[in-house]
């Protein structure tokens, strides 16, 4: 209760006039600076940002992206996958299960994955910033019809970009849960129309303001991989019916993230320094910013 309380107070700091200004202020000068020190990028990968920065999501597969270590991470995807199984435990109105930090460590490769030079510079060219690695998310997506969760409509609040590197494990059709979303330009009128400032919306609201024929529903084989900027745009998971869904959810912010509202990294501190003895000086920096 007392940290619901924190953050409240925290958020109305943060959305005051005085306090917004400050840091938007701060925030452009920093962008401005960073500017002469971004990684230059192939013609290739300009091109998914700019697509991200116009649409909040690009759509591509693992084959186009040709990061180096993709045969590695994917091999120790597939071993894992059968692991986050249905537990004992597991209650009717579960929606989603997780890879332990103690799974994902005994599969370091998927965590290494995300930290690939060239994907790093993509991110930091879209953020304009130096990248913060937030981890990775191992996800098992339960087949119901639950409505909850990140299964409503949101846009994510911890920082002012976000991307999130998606990746599909199984085949998606619009009965296996696909990541959904609203163009960039729809979410803005949608949000003044809500007075959205966080949380989560219904679908049936959501349906009562735009046409469901608008959604811009992800689909594809295994490999398929959706690079979003989940802080642009109303996006969920559509509840999958005919199967599980099995995903890989990358997540990065600036290293100016919001860390007074949420949490950091997926793994514990001490996992992160076991994990660090493998890392370049740079890439230490991405997780220990």
Not at 18 to 42: C, E, G, M, R, W
Not at 90 to 110: G, R, T
Not at 209 to 234: E, K, L, N, P, R
Request: aromatic residues 10%; positive net charge; charged residues 20%.
């Amino acid at each position: 209760i007392l940290l619901k309380i924190r953050k409240k107070i925290l958020r109305i700091i943060d959305q005051h006039p005085f306090t917004k200004y400050q840091v938007d202020y701060f925030y452009q000068k920093a962008i401005d600076k960073h500017l002469k020190n971004l990684p230059i990028l192939s013609p290739e990968d300009i091109d998914l940002i700019e697509i991200i920065k116009k649409e909040g999501v690009v759509i591509t597969t693992l084959e186009k992206l040709r990061i180096t270590s993709t045969l590695e991470m994917l091999e120790s995807a597939q071993s894992l996958m059968p692991k986050i199984a249905q537990n004992k435990f597991y209650h009717s109105d579960q929606i989603v299960i997780h890879a332990s930090p103690q799974q994902i460590m005994e599969h370091p490769k998927i965590f290494f994955w995300g930290l690939e030079q060239r994907l790093l510079n993509i991110i930091e060219n879209f953020l304009g910033l130096l990248v913060a690695y937030q981890g990775v998310y191992f996800r098992r997506d339960i087949a119901n019809q639950l409505e909850a969760g990140s299964r409503l409509w949101h846009i994510d609040q911890e920082d002012r970009k976000i991307l999130k590197i998606i990746i599909y494990l199984n085949d998606i059709t619009e009965e296996h849960g696909p990541f959904q979303y609203i163009s960039k330009s729809l979410t803005s009128t949608i949000a003044d129309t809500l007075k959205y400032t966080s949380g989560y919306i219904p679908d049936k609201i959501m349906q009562g303001i735009i046409s469901s024929a608008i959604y811009q529903s992800c689909t594809g084989m295994a490999g398929t991989v959706i690079i979003a900027d989940t802080a642009s745009i109303f996006h969920r998971g559509k509840p999958p019916i005919a199967s599980d869904r099995f995903t890989l959810f990358f997540d990065y912010t600036t290293r100016r993230h919001k860390q007074a509202l949420h949490g950091t990294s997926t793994l514990p501190y001490k996992d992160l320094l076991i994990l660090s003895q493998h890392l370049s000086e740079s890439q230490k920096k991405c997780i220990f910013w």
